[in-house]
């Protein structure tokens, strides 16, 4: 059985949640009160993951943390087609693991962001937002020209990986860090493409849901 | 090669990058802009502000025929008039409409004008043996774009003023000898964002 720690209006907890319900694995949630009540800063909590981070999930009596971490240790283990994170083609494993870094960069950034905004964390906002404007530029480069070449997922397949699911989140919600999203259009019809995978369930915050079976 | 500002109709996306189902968003000027590509093909450029309660259009659906605002859910057919409101089934429509920019297309552009009517400049005109490229977002105002964009060889530039300090260059390379479009989109991508760097580092 699956334990996951989470905390609703998390983007990393909520690409975590992602995964287990694409994969179809039956899990308990154990709220963790983030904000207001910082209970991931409770000695309980901290007994679980010492950073004091979430999400974190036990599986099988295995403590795991960090989102990224965990998004790898659930596709490698329980997607046998190998779609999510694919283990039986070892040359596209980097460049996953490049887009799963990049996808920590934007917890630095936009998330600070938004929890500076949205939560009141005190923090240097004018340098989250300038690195997370940095962060998008390189993603709607990198989005751009992948268009260009015919592919429409972070990481080039005919599906999303889990570098899809790692960055998606944050990138999603940036304009609750008064990041605005207008200056990315490559990284704003990913969104879209993404927001239409099948079931799919977006997270408070999140713009809504296109029109089911609209071509794109 | 050639860099300039552009005056009363600018471009405002990449024609292929506005695609059915779906909203971009743009500027012109200072004034956001919402594009859709309707169920009949054509693309629409309006002010991205609900004439309702100034919520921003592009966060709402492109339903083919009309635009849904978030917001409320009301609707803007083609013509950017109010069509549909949710909650007042068989009341009357109040008279509003959305904001609508005139539009052109050529050379790969979607193009709006701030007057009456949207014109492209004749001499900005894609050519043979030339290559769009991919849009670059400039967070300086578009005079100093222009200028430090004048003399990158083999780019054609035109920049279009996204705000006071904000802008976004356009343009096409001259693709060289043996070289693929892509490559040549990507090469002339690498050089406009050294440009961008060493502009904004100064800035
Ligand atoms: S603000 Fe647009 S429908 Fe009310």
Redesign the interface.
């Known amino acids: 059985m699956i334990t996951l720690f989470d905390y609703a209006l998390s983007g990393n907890c909520f690409k975590v949640r992602l995964l287990l319900n694409w994969l179809g694995l039956a899990h308990e949630v154990k709220p963790v009160d983030f904000y207001p009540g910082f209970e991931h800063r409770s000695d309980a909590f901290l007994t679980i993951n010492p950073l004091g981070q979430l999400p974190v999930i036990e599986d099988d009596g295995e403590i795991i943390r960090d989102a990224q971490a965990i998004l790898v240790h659930l596709a490698a283990r329980y997607d046998p087609r190998g779609h999510w994170y694919p283990l039986d083609e070892p040359h596209r494993l980097g460049p996953i693991q490049t887009w799963l870094a990049f996808a920590d960069a934007l917890t630095a950034t936009i998330s600070a962001a938004r929890q500076h905004d949205a939560m009141f964390f005190d923090l240097d906002i004018a340098s989250a937002r300038a690195g997370g404007h940095r962060l998008l530029r390189i993603l709607d480069e990198h989005l751009w020209f992948a268009e260009l070449e015919g592919h429409d997922w972070i990481c080039p397949g005919d599906r999303p990986t889990v570098a899809d699911i790692a960055c998606f989140p944050y990138v999603a919600l940036s304009e609750e860090g008064g990041i605005s999203q207008a200056d990315y259009p490559a990284v704003l019809r990913w969104v879209d493409r993404f927001t239409r995978l099948k079931g799919f369930q977006p997270m408070a915050g999140m713009l809504p849901l296109p029109l089911a079976g609209a071509a794109t | 090669m050639t860099a300039t500002v552009a005056i009363g109709t600018q471009p405002v996306?990449l024609e292929r990058?506005v695609?059915?189902?779906?909203l971009?968003?743009?500027?012109l000027g200072d004034m956001?802009l919402v594009l859709w590509r309707c169920d009949q093909g054509e693309i629409h450029v309006w002010e991205d502000n609900c004439p309702h309660r100034s919520v921003r259009l592009s966060?709402?659906?492109n339903?083919g025929d009309c635009l849904e605002d978030?917001y409320h859910g009301w609707r803007f057919g083609r013509d950017g008039a109010l069509i549909s409101i949710h909650a007042a089934k068989g009341k009357e429509l109040p008279r509003i409409s959305a904001r609508v920019l005139p539009v052109a297309t050529g050379s790969g552009l979607v193009w709006a004008g701030a007057g009456n009517q949207a014109v492209p400049p004749t001499d900005f005109a894609i050519t043979a043996g030339e290559v769009v490229m991919?849009?670059l977002?400039f967070?300086v105002g578009a005079a100093s774009v222009a200028a430090a964009c004048a003399g990158l060889e083999g780019l054609r530039i035109l920049v279009s003023p996204?705000g006071r300090t904000?802008a976004?260059a356009y343009g096409f390379v001259r693709r060289r000898q043996a070289e693929s479009d892509?490559d040549a989109?990507?090469r002339a991508?690498a050089t406009l964002?050294a440009a961008r760097r060493k502009l904004e580092a100064a800035a």
Not at chain 2, 19 to 22: E, F, N, T
Not at chain 2, 24 to 27: D, E, F, I, L, N
Request: no cysteine.
């Open positions: 996306a990058d695609r059915a189902a779906s971009v968003r743009s500027a956001p966060a709402g659906r339903l978030i991919r849009p977002p967070s996204t904000s976004t892509a989109a990507r991508n964002s």
